[in-house]
């Protein structure tokens, strides 16, 4: 098989975050994340997830967009507002009608939580892994290493490290990519330094790391990636 261009890639790994951003509620959904699974589903290339993904971002959505914590605040303020007669009682009314429809809403929509994730694992464009052996023992390796991670984060790296190993062997692949946007496993710090561990583990397994879910940044693969060792 043709292996493949180098700046376009035929393998891009997402992992929780991308899956809480695509399954949030409707309004809160990253047109980035679902910029990008379109174009998996035109055939641009093909999405990979680790199978606890999934069962991380079904506990994570309803905790973090859970509506009343949103809300209650800006009622507070209105009732404030309305006590020192800063506001009009109507208006009053009025913000207090918006902030109902939209914990109706929100909870609403937090209850198709699951609906979702059963449509996205449907998508023809991404597919979904289970942890093996392999990376349960590449997990215990990486744990040994100084990385202080959590256990969610080090079944992750794993599977990502391990499953684009077996696909780049198994399709021809020069490299494959890993949008990742949580900073515990970003291979640069928050000055953008190189984490020397963490940088190892993703040029060991030829992942290429972006920080976005745009691919923007592809045209920086070293040039020593180019063909395969």
């Known amino acids: 098989m043709e292996a493949s261009d180098p700046l376009n890639p035929r393998i891009i790994f997402v992992e929780t975050n991308w899956v809480v951003d695509v399954v949030a509620p409707a309004h809160l959904q990253n047109s980035q994340a679902i910029q990008l699974l379109e174009r998996a589903d ?8 680790p199978a606890i993904c999934l069962m991380e971002a079904r ?23 309305s006590d020192e007669g800063r506001i009009a009682p109507e208006d009053k009314a009025a913000a207090f009608r918006v902030f109902d429809q939209f914990d109706g809403l929100v909870t609403h929509e937090l209850t198709r939580v699951s609906e979702r994730l059963d449509d996205l694992a449907s998508h023809p464009g991404l597919s979904i892994f289970p942890l093996s052996e392999p990376m349960l023992e590449r997990q215990v390796l990486i744990g040994d290493m100084d990385l202080f991670l959590n256990p969610y984060d080090l079944a992750i790296l794993a599977a990502v490290l391990v499953q ?3 696909l780049r062997q198994q399709n021809g692949d ?3 990519g890993f949008c990742e946007l949580d900073s515990d496993l970003q291979p640069w710090d928050k000055r953008g330094a190189k984490r020397a ?10 992942v290429w790391v972006y920080g976005d879910f745009l691919l923007a940044d ?3 693969i070293p040039e020593d990636w180019m063909t395969q060792p």
């Open 59 to 81: 506990k994570t959505v309803p905790r973090r967009f859970a509506p009343k914590a949103s809300s209650d605040e800006f009622r507070k303020f209105i009732r404030w507002a």
């Open 164 to 166: 684009s190993e077996t």
């Open 218 to 220: 592809s045209d920086e």
């Open 174 to 176: 020069d490299w494959v």
């Open 42 to 49: 035109a055939g641009e290339f093909q999405l990979w997830v």
């Open 197 to 206: 561990i963490l940088s190892q583990l993703y040029d060991d397994s030829r």
